[in-house]
């Protein structure tokens, strides 16, 4: 018994040890004279640039058409800026709407969201078509001052030059007819009318028509598309938000 048991603590102390784990393998040398290859830069398309246009709010404008703040946000391509209404406005539509009462500044914020605005030597707001219209088109166009308006309707036809001395607006089976005076710009009839109250009763009646048509010669009359209508509302909201003054 004491033979087996001498024996099996000799076979235990005599078991070859487990062997080392294997040290890591070095770290891979870094060459510091080679410089390393600078992160990738995302570059326009030549749809995305498009003349290094950026995208804001839909609308594609030359970034140095934009305030320096909102310029220094427009280094990667593509994008999308999304901006507060007034960050895109000059620093006098800014002061204009933002020294009118509450029911006035909201109706001004909608209808400069979608009108082209600039301002002239005297500080006036200059409104003109939306920038989106291409072609014939009927729109507001005149400046805004302290509280009142200056603004006629404008009513362009391309691909005709025809002299107009009036223009029948007809909504439905309604029709309503008004002087204007006209001139021919760049192959295309511009012709005006001022703004009356008996203009804005007409337009009014007729946004709420399915289908609005300003008649000319038969061949180029114009349909008041569903965005026309729209813009033509918020015109014509702020007009009489100002005419209540």
Known sequence: ???????????????????????????????????????KQLTPTAQEREGDLVIVRGVRVAPNELDPPIRR??????QEIDLA??????????DYVQARGEDMRRALTAVFA???????????????????????????????A????????EIVACGTTVALDSITLV???????????SNEVGGCTVATMPDLRSLRRALRDALDAKVVIVEIDGE???VITDDMKRDLRL??????????R
């Open 85 to 94: 209404e007034h960050e895109l406005w000059s620093p006098c539509v800014r």
């Open 171 to 181: 909504a439905d089976r309604k029709r309503w007819s008004g002087n204007v005076t």
């Open 235 to 244: 015109m014509l909201d702020a007009l009489d938000a100002v005419s209540a």
């Open 73 to 78: 946000r427009t280094n990667q391509w593509p």
């Open 1 to 39: 018994m004491r033979s087996m048991v001498f024996a099996g603590l000799l076979v235990a102390c005599s078991a070859p040890p487990k062997p080392p784990a294997p040290a890591p393998a070095p770290a891979p040398q870094r060459d510091l004279a080679v410089a390393e290859p600078p992160p």
């Open 114 to 144: 979608r009108y082209a605005t600039t301002c002239n030597a005297d500080r006036h707001v200059v409104v003109a078509r939306p920038s989106d219209y291409r072609g014939s088109y009927v729109a507001y166009r005149g400046t805004f």
């Open 146 to 153: 302290a509280d009142r308006s200056d603004v006629e309707l």
């Open 220 to 222: 180029h009359d114009i």
